[in-house]
């Protein structure tokens, strides 16, 4: 019950119902319109850097008339293909030996050469190794908890001459809110936790800093699988 001295709340009115609305739009499109922007942004830098490579006569330009963005990128996946196929047999694993024994001769291109291809072997040759599930760990320090991902279990010289009675397990533990850099952390497996959640819910849970949960009606309760 209020008091007679008590000021009626206002309604909202029109221009909070507009700004709200807004608001909620720029939510809607932003993400959609950068995703959109930045693809269409990249495409045109593969183009400008492919395209003036290929001879004329292969150019789509000179037939249709008009640039097509995103013909740069066709004929880049396409070279690389190839490129590849041709790596994998015989005459191009000779000929790629023999490429890099005259790189090695090389003070300065040798090591650019090297540091570039540990980078993209880094990269692009562990695509098929991904983390194995999701994990709370005390870190850093006991009473604290964290989110990891169960990387592998830890082998060679980490392994041995850790002072610990059962094995180890890798574990990365990501920063908010990016989650591309973290922690490696050696942890005894009887200190792991594993969660019932999927590697992306436990992303999009460190990257919304808490704010966005696998299951938004109880968070308590483990997502359930669709």
């Given at each position: 019950m209020t008091s007679p001295f008590e000021p009626t709340p206002r309604r909202p009115g029109?221009?909070?119902?507009?700004?709200g609305s807004f608001l909620t739009g720029i939510v809607v499109i932003a993400p959609v319109s950068?995703?959109?922007?930045?693809?269409?942004?990249?495409?045109?830098?593969?183009?400008?850097?492919?395209?003036?490579l290929v001879p004329?006569?292969?150019?789509?330009?000179?037939?249709?008339?008009?640039?097509?963005?995103?013909?740069g990128v066709i004929i880049f996946f396409l070279f690389t293909i190839i490129?590849?196929?041709?790596?994998?047999g015989l005459i191009g694993r000779s000929f790629i030996r023999?490429?890099?024994?005259?790189?090695?001769?090389m003070p300065i291109v040798r090591s650019i050469y090297s540091g570039?291809?540990?980078?993209?072997?880094?990269?692009?040759a562990q695509t098929e190794r991904n983390f194995e599930k999701a994990c709370l760990i005390q870190y850093p320090r006991k009473g604290i908890w964290a989110i990891g991902f169960i990387s592998t279990d830890t082998r060679g010289e980490v392994?041995?001459?850790?002072?610990?009675?059962?094995?180890?397990?890798?574990?990365?533990?990501?920063?908010?809110?990016?989650?591309?850099?973290?922690?490696?952390?050696?942890?005894?497996?009887?200190?792991i936790i594993e969660l019932d959640m999927s590697i992306e819910?436990?992303?999009k849970l460190v990257i919304s800093a808490g704010l966005v949960y696998p299951n938004a009606k109880d968070p308590t309760q483990p997502a359930k699988a669709a």
């Open positions: 029109l221009f909070s119902h507009l700004r950068l995703t959109i922007w930045l693809i269409w942004s990249i495409m045109g830098w593969v183009d400008g850097f492919v395209l003036p004329a006569r292969f150019n789509p330009e000179q037939y249709i008339g008009i640039n097509l963005r995103g013909i490129v590849g196929w041709v790596a994998k023999f490429a890099e024994s005259l790189v090695e001769r570039a291809k540990q980078i993209a072997e880094t990269i692009f392994a041995e001459k850790a002072e610990t009675v059962g094995g180890l397990v890798s574990i990365f533990v990501p920063t908010t809110p990016n989650p591309t850099s973290g922690f490696l952390l050696f942890f005894p497996r009887e200190d819910d436990a992303a």
